[in-house]
């Protein structure tokens, strides 16, 4: 038997179930075991009548299989001011792709000697019009001017490309007439995410993100009964708090990172860091929340 541990929310037969449950597989057969946060019983479905709130299917390699794994790295991308607490967004690397702008560029897929280098940049330099204007057919009659060209591949880039794919080929900007060193270009994170209705495109600029890497085990929810409701902060509304290991590469202790997440459609995933104990004490106080109660359930005391 195997198990694998994913956190996220995922819905069964039109009911959506909080973050974090676990797939097993046993033999041939499949299925799901969610514990709920505040009464710690542990429900099973099956697993081909679970999927997530945009319809896909959940497999295995969504997940970290358990024992292998017990710290995960997430990106922050600063979002607003919650009070007196910087509030980000918080984002799986996993769900983003690291690539290149490459807009108004042709990629040639396959290696190119430098003669040939400069026979392409000879024969479109010598075009008088506008480059970027052509499609690919009148390029490639351009190139069919020199034996040595005429039948290299290549295309019109996509407005950005996989750091992979650009750092593989050749890439000519045809607004400059260049080649381009495509070492020396900078990388960006694009992040598509599904905001209920429609699929929502960020491009995210590694400067403006915060790396931080969190205890999966050591994490408490903050959930509590108000009469009729689970919530954190309103209806629909949760949030729990992880131990944090480093926080851009510097190893943190008594560091804390409040997830905070939503039933709402619409709403994006946040969290908030706390950088001691008594920051976390007071955060608590300031929700309502017994701090001593819940600090205690963290470190296991």
């Known amino acids: 038997m195997k198990k694998w541990y994913i956190d996220r929310?995922?819905?069964?037969?039109?009911?959506?179930y909080d973050r974090g449950f676990v797939l097993v597989e046993d033999g041939e057969e499949a299925w799901i075991e969610w514990t709920s946060p505040h009464t710690r019983t542990t429900d099973t479905f099956k697993i081909d009548e679970c999927f997530y709130e945009d319809g896909t299917p959940i497999l295995r390699e969504d997940g970290e299989l358990l024992g292998s794994l017990k710290a995960k790295t997430y990106f922050l991308w600063t979002w607003s001011r919650l009070r007196k607490y910087e509030e980000y967004r918080i984002i799986d690397p996993d769900e983003t792709e690291k690539v290149i702008p490459t807009e108004n560029c042709i990629l040639f897929e396959t290696p190119l000697t430098e003669a040939q280098k400069e026979t392409i940049r000879r024969i479109l330099?010598?075009?008088?019009?506008?480059?970027?204007?052509?499609?690919?057919?009148?390029?490639?009659?351009?190139?069919?001017?020199?034996?040595?060209?005429?039948?290299?591949?290549?295309?019109?880039?996509?407005?950005?490309?996989?750091?992979?794919?650009?750092?593989?080929?050749?890439?000519?900007?045809?607004?400059?007439?260049?080649?381009?060193?495509?070492?020396?270009?900078?990388?960006?994170?694009?992040?598509?995410?599904?905001?209920?209705?429609?699929?929502?495109?960020?491009i995210l600029h590694p400067d403006d993100l915060v790396e931080v890497v969190v205890d999966q085990e050591r994490k408490i929810n903050l959930d509590e009964w108000d009469g009729r409701n689970w919530s954190t902060g309103g209806l629909g509304k949760h949030e729990n708090v992880h131990l944090v290991c480093s926080v851009d590469g510097r190893e943190e202790k008594d560091t804390f990172?409040?997830?905070?997440?939503?039933?709402?459609?619409?709403?994006?995933?946040?969290?908030?860091?706390?950088?001691?104990?008594?920051?976390?004490?007071?955060?608590?106080?300031?929700?309502?929340?017994?701090?001593?109660?819940?600090i205690k359930e963290l470190y296991g005391n």
């Open 125 to 202: 330099q010598e075009y008088e019009g506008r480059l970027v204007s052509l499609d690919e057919d009148e390029i490639r009659t351009l190139l069919q001017k020199d034996e040595s060209v005429k039948n290299i591949p290549f295309r019109k880039t996509d407005e950005y490309e996989p750091v992979e794919t650009v750092n593989q080929y050749e890439l000519f900007e045809l607004e400059e007439k260049g080649f381009l060193l495509t070492s020396l270009m900078d990388s960006v994170y694009l992040y598509t995410w599904w905001d209920g209705s429609n699929w929502i495109r960020e």
């Open 257 to 294: 990172l409040v997830w905070r997440y939503s039933q709402w459609q619409g709403e994006h995933d946040t969290a908030i860091l706390l950088f001691s104990i008594q920051e976390l004490e007071s955060y608590l106080k300031e929700i309502g929340r017994d701090a001593y109660k819940y």
């Open 9 to 16: 929310v995922f819905v069964n037969q039109g009911k959506l």
